[in-house]
Structures are given as C-alpha cells and as structure tokens.
C-alpha cells in the first residue's frame, strides 16, 4: 500500500489553512473541534480550580494557624474542606493532564487531530458544566460537606438532610462521563493515528503514561459512578443500599470508592512522570537511561494499583488474612514507582544538564516523589497504618503525591511546553524565582505535617486546644502554604507578561527530540503539512545519535488535502492502512453537554419535564453530530490500483 510523497511548499499549507481553520470569533470558538483549542481550554479551566481550591486551602490554614481560631465555624470548614479536596482530587489533579494530553498527543505522533474530535470537544464541555454546576450550588450555599471521601452513614440524607451531597453525586457523574469518553478517544487515537513507523517501542513516555492511565480510568470510573448513583438512590427514592438498619452495607461504598481512588492515584500521576521522562533528557542533552523499563514499569504500576485499593481501609476490621494480601501489593508496587526516580537519577547523572525553570521544576520531582513514596510505603504496614490513619501524617503524604508529583511536573511542562502552545517564552528570571518559593513554600509546608500527625493531631478538624503542642507546628504550615501561594501567584504573573512581552520562539526553542518540535510555534491548524515518517525513538535527534540507519522524513510525505483528512496506522507497528475524515467543527458537542447537564441538574430538582426536554435536546443533538456526511474511513489502495 502506498500514499503518494510531496514536498511541503507555501501552497500546501495555505490549502491545507482553509480546510482546517476554525472560524474567528467567539461562535467559532464555541464549535471548534481541534485539539489544541480543547486542550489549552482544559489547562486554563483546570488552573483555573487549582487557584480556587488554593485560596479554600489558604482559608483553611489561616482558621488552624493558631488554636481555638474562630474564622470558620465547624460547619463553614467541612464545606471548604470539602470543595478543597473535591477541586484538587477531581476537578484540578486529571483535567489539567488531558489538557496537555490533548494538546500534545497528535503533535507528539505525528497526526493531525485527535481520533474522535467531537467526541473529544464533548468531554471538555461535560467537564467545564460540571465544574460550573458544583460550584453554582455552592455560591448558593448547596455544598457537600461529608469530605471529597464523602463517607456513608454521614453522607446519608439522615445524616445529611441538604441538597450538598446531592451536588456532589450528580457533578462527579457527569466528571465521570467526561473523563470516559475522553480516555477512549486517548486509547483509540494512539492505537490507530500515530505517524507512520512510530512502533509502540518509539513512543514518548507521555503517551505510555496517559494510555496507562485512560485504560486505568475507563475500567475505574464506572465504580466511583455506581457509588454516587447508589448514594443518590438512597437520599431520593428511600432505597437502603447503605442503610445498615435496612440489610445495606456502609463498607460497600468505601470498596467501590477506593476501586476507583487508589487506580485514580495512578491515574494523576502517571501521565505527569511521562512529562517528567520527556522533558528532563531535553535539559540533559542525552536520551532517557531505561526507556523500556520505565515503560513496562508505567503500565506495571497501574496494574498493581487496581489490587490496593483496600490499603485504604485497614481500620474498618476486615479479616487479617484479607488485609495481608493487600498489604504486600502496597509494597510491590512500589517497585515499579522507583524505576522512573532511577531512570531520571542515571538521565541527571550521565547528562549535561542545563538549569533552566523547566528542568529544575523536573528535577525536583525526584525529591518530592521520594518523600512521598516513602511515607506511602510506611501506610503499607496495617499496624503502622492504624497508627497513621485519620491524622495529618496522612495529609502530608497525600500533598506529597498530589503536588510533588502532579504540580511540579505540570508546572514544569508548562515552562517546556508554552513556547510551542503561545509562539513566546517564559521569563526565566520570574521562572527562578516561581520555583524556589513553591518548593520551599511546599516543603515548609508539608514536610512538618508529618509530625503534627505523629504528634496525634487528627485531620479533618476545625480548631485545637493550646496545650496539645501543635501551636509552632501549624504556624510554620500555614506560613508555608502562603509562600507557596506567592510562588503561584509569580507563575500567574509570568505567564501574562510573557504572553504579550514574551521573547518570540522558534520551532524548537529547547533543542528537544520529539515531532511537536517540528512544527511552527504555535503550530498552524492542520499541524503538519506533510505527515511525518518515523524511523527512531529520537526523530529530531537522529544525527547525532545515529540510531538507526534510516532517516525520519518530516517535510516530504503524505499531504492529505482533499478535505478534513489523517493517516491510520495498525497498532503495533504504525503501517499505514487507511485514510481518516475527519469531522468539520460543530456545535453539537456543545449543544449535546448542556443537554446532559441540564438532564442531571433536572434530576437533582426531581423534574420530569425538564428531564423530558433535556433528553429530547440531547437526542437532537445527537442526531445532528451522527448524521453521515461521507464516508469516514476509505481503505489505502494498492499499487495495481
């Protein structure tokens, strides 16, 4: 089978401009299916809760500064408390790695577009609706309040008997949906549209780690969906699901809870270890030691973490012998967990590093990860867990996963990453300066939470005695997380000036390996006029590595110009077997999530006619975005026509 070859020219990529371009303005905006608009909306909406859920954290460390603070009143702080770890956990820590998933992935392999781009442009409008109805409810005063955990018999409506709980069921089944739906557009997309001879042994390890965690989701959700369903069921319809009086089982919804948790763990970590193995041997000007290790490890991790989750439970009293099984699988995993810190270690070690904002952002990851790694093996221990359990030593090590190696990576793909996203550079001098105080804010933070854990202060509380000796403890968190807080406010100061005073960057402003780097900054609509052939792990690299004897063709290949057109490529050794069409822009997706959240929001008020409408919308909408339009797949043809 074979696809012509041309020579990228100025009318090519002109030709290719009109058929690909969004319209200007704000409907075009509204319709636009491309990628990069999708993921850089994810990036800003999901900042966007990262700073609200900061300045609910900053709230919360002012009311524990000192003891007997009365700031909050016990009901004010499980309301923060919660919408503090629900925008963190839920609606910051996944969101924020899509987005650059989104916007990179057909970059990085070499395509044009996602597989399915409406599909993708639903799964951020469900995400942005449901983000906007939690917080709606809670500018009313409708807010969960039972923790992001949301633990039964408290977030039973005896218990509980407000709408807040209610908010927090429907937005996360409607998160839910939209994280499903975009895990499978990441798996088919990289099963079927990478460049040609991109074999799965020559992918970034960014797609290795969000593959592993959109599989991990698409098997996950569906369990923390039928536990806030179940709960739902129960507050509104009287059914007894967890209602112990009843025959129901308050345990049932910790197991499908933390079915769910602790693989989402993984979820929001692995793909930020990829951007972490991608970047730092960019800065190390060598490739990255242990590439097949650190892949196989990656997948590993998740298939461990789906047998944890019950590490989360060893206080409730299930049986020994169970708790052993799950015990030993919380120290295994850790094994894979550390081929990464080794892999960048040796990359560090063997390399010339350069010590740009990026890097150190990169390098630092090391650290924080070690720290929290370790103190989540100590949890691994049922007798050391009893005594961690419900006390702030368990808060530590979860901030520890969660910025250690969420944030910091994110933040330093951010600095690798916005030159190729806005055509400007970051300041590196205000980038210097964003890093030391984050780091440092965040470890004064954090690190001595530790031992206001194993000094017995339990989480979870809204003030403390004087004479528990926690006093200095807390002062020097709550001094810390308003140094870190300065250090984001610094990013968000430098990403604004850079956007308009930025120094202009070329294609490839970091010398970096990957195909991204081979197109315009910002990249034009279509991202490559020509599709790439791939013939290394390293495409940009290939002459000074000499990797292979073959070359990778970026400016001659196939164009695909007759209309909205992608290559596909089989799964294991990226042949090229088919040309996609692919879908104009369309305000169905748009259309299609307010239908469903005006379904959900419908629910919530027990609504039939608003149910009925809603549904009616939908299957409109839906009927406009299916409606044929062409073929959608045409076969290669071979030689003899």
Known sequence: MTIPAVQETPELRARLDRIWETPKGFAGWLSSVDHKSIGIRYIVTAFALLVIGGIEALIMRLQLARPNQQILTPAQYNELFTMHGISMIFWYASPILSGFSNYLWPLILGSRDMAFPRLNALSYWIYLFSGVFLYAAFAIGIAPNAG??????????????????????????????????????????????????????????????????????????????????????????????????????????????????????????????????????????RPLVGYTLVALATVLTMVIGFGVWVHHMFATGLPDIGMSFFSAASFVIVIPSAVAVFAWTATIALG??????????????????????????????????WQFTDTYFIVAHIHYVLIGINVFPVLGALYYWFPKMSGRM??????????????????????????????????RVYTYGADFGWNTLNMITTIGSFVLALGVLLLIVNVVMSLFRGAAAGPNPWDAATLECATPSPPPPYNFAVLPTVASRHPLW??????????SRITVGPALDNGREALATSPIDAQPDAILKMPEDSYAPLVLGLALSALFVSMLAMSLPGVLCSFAVGLIAMLIWLWPAGLSFRPLRTTDG
Do not use: K
């Not at 150190?360 to 867990?385: E, H, K, N, Q, R």
């Not at 290939?542 to 070359?551: K, T, W």
């Open 148 to 285: 992001w955990f949301d633990y039964v018999p408290y977030a039973n409506q005896q218990y509980n008997p407000g709408q807040g709980i209610d908010v927090y069921a429907m937005a996360l089944i409607l998160l839910g949906i939209s994280t499903t739906v975009g895990a499978i557009n990441f798996v088919v997309t990289l099963m079927r549209t990478r460049a040609a001879g991109m074999s799965i042994n020559r992918m970034p390890i960014l797609v290795w780690g969000t593959l592993t965690a959109s599989a991990g989701n698409i098997l996950a959700v569906p369990a923390v969906s039928l536990a806030f369903f179940l709960l739902w069921l129960d507050r509104r319809f009287g059914t007894h699901f967890y209602d112990v009086p009843a025959g129901g089982q308050p345990l049932l919804w910790q197991h499908l809870f933390w079915m769910f948790g602790h693989p989402w763990v993984y979820a929001i970590v692995l793909p930020a270890m990829g951007m972490v193995s991608d970047g730092l041997p960019t800065f190390c000007r």
């Open 352 to 385: 010339r590093p350069q010590l740009t904002t990026a890097f150190l952002f990169f390098a630092s990851t090391i650290v924080l990860f070690v720290i929290g790694g370790v103190s989540g093996f100590m949890t691994a221990s049922v007798p050391a867990d």
């Open 426 to 459: 970051l300041s590196e001098r205000l980038g210097q300066w964003n890093f030391w105080l984050m780091f440092i804010g965040f470890n004064l933070a954090f690190l001595p939470m530790h031992l206001t854990g194993l000094w017995g202060m339990p989480r």
């Open 542 to 551: 290939e002459d000074r590595l000499q990797e292979s004897d073959e070359r």
